[in-house]
């Protein structure tokens, strides 16, 4: 899918035209004529557009001809299919002179909310501030996200205090994937937002960092920008390690406390089939057929019922001493 913007009197409206400066074009799982008609347009690299298409590709920064590509990993829910609840897709940002990229395999929470937002987005003509927003947006995605999985691990954690099953123990290793897959995605965008700084704060002399410097340029307000984006960034990849070391730790104890309640029950069904054998063996002795003490007595039956109630009550009371109960 293919789709034009442009901040108009403050507004963020999608456009149909290509041949307006400023304007920010966002390609959603695109055809490869798409991708060649944004190239022949704007005159960015087709590879810089297939970047993000790859869905094993790494964060990066690169520049060339003019063009600036940062390649990010962006977080997303899963579908039910999926093996895991929450897990990384590249997203491509390529940044001209004259427009701005943002190239995704699939729809994406982070776009979504960019556009729907309108006002409160930088301007599209300003460059750096609008893809500076998008790298901080992207770092609260990642943080809203740890947070909603910090909260379904104490939903689990509370099922699994009374489970036998292994379905919570399924459901928690299943987030600490997603976690594995967040801390990972958010270590590689660390290292390209550091090589990003490094670019402005030591004017790097190499070609490929004048370019970025050329097309990205960065202004007092876009350099706390840069440093609130590092910053939000490092704090999500400290949640996500944090939360990764208390969901290996609560798995490895909840596996105890699964067996543990397993045990609890045996234990209570053993104890059930021992008292339930003290009536089966006295009926069984008073059942032969041979000559027994009684046999001819009126209150031999209750007289059985009773001693056989007395013993169940006795091997009762000796079952809860021993706290088999």
């Not at 897709?89 to 004259?98: D, H, N």
């Amino acid at each position: 899918m293919l789709q034009v913007y442009k901040t108009i009197r403050g507004y963020i409206q999608e456009i149909d035209s290509f041949a307006e400066k400023g304007i920010w074009i966002n390609l959603t799982d695109p055809s490869e004529g798409e991708i060649a008609e944004v190239s022949a347009r704007t005159g960015i690299e087709a590879d810089f557009l297939k970047a993000a298409l790859d869905a094993e590709e790494r964060p990066r920064i690169e520049a060339e001809d003019g063009q600036v590509l940062i390649v990010i990993d962006i977080p997303y829910i899963a579908g039910k299919d999926s093996p895991v609840t929450y897990n990384t897709i590249p997203l491509g940002i390529v940044v001209t002179e004259e427009a701005i990229v943002t190239v995704c395999l699939q729809h994406s929470v982070l776009i979504e909310e960019m556009i729907r937002r309108k006002s409160l987005m930088p301007h599209t003509q300003k460059k750096t501030r609008f893809v500076l927003q998008i790298l901080f947006n992207n770092a609260r995605l990642y943080l809203n996200y740890l947070k909603q999985i910090d909260k379904l691990t104490t939903e689990i954690e509370n099922e699994l205090h009374k489970s036998m099953k292994n379905e919570e123990l399924i459901r928690l290793l299943n987030l600490e994937k997603s976690l594995v897959y967040f801390t990972t995605s958010l270590r590689a965008n660390e290292i390209v937002l550091e090589k990003l700084l490094r670019t402005y704060l030591k004017k790097m002399h190499d070609e490929e960092s004048q370019i970025t410097v050329q097309i990205l340029k960065m202004y007092e307000e876009d350099e706390d920008l840069l440093e609130d984006v590092i910053t939000e960034n490092k704090q999500a990849m400290e949640m996500g390690e944090i939360y990764t070391n208390i969901l290996t730790g609560m798995m490895d104890a909840f596996a105890s406390v699964i067996s543990n309640n397993l045990n609890i029950v045996m234990k209570f069904l053993t104890s059930v089939t021992i008292i339930m054998a003290i009536p089966t063996i006295i009926g069984s002795f008073f059942g032969m057929n041979v000559r027994l003490p009684y046999q001819n007595s009126p209150h031999a039956f209750f007289g059985i019922v009773v001693f056989t109630g007395l013993s169940v009550l006795t091997g009762i009371l000796i079952l809860a001493k021993k706290r088999m109960f």
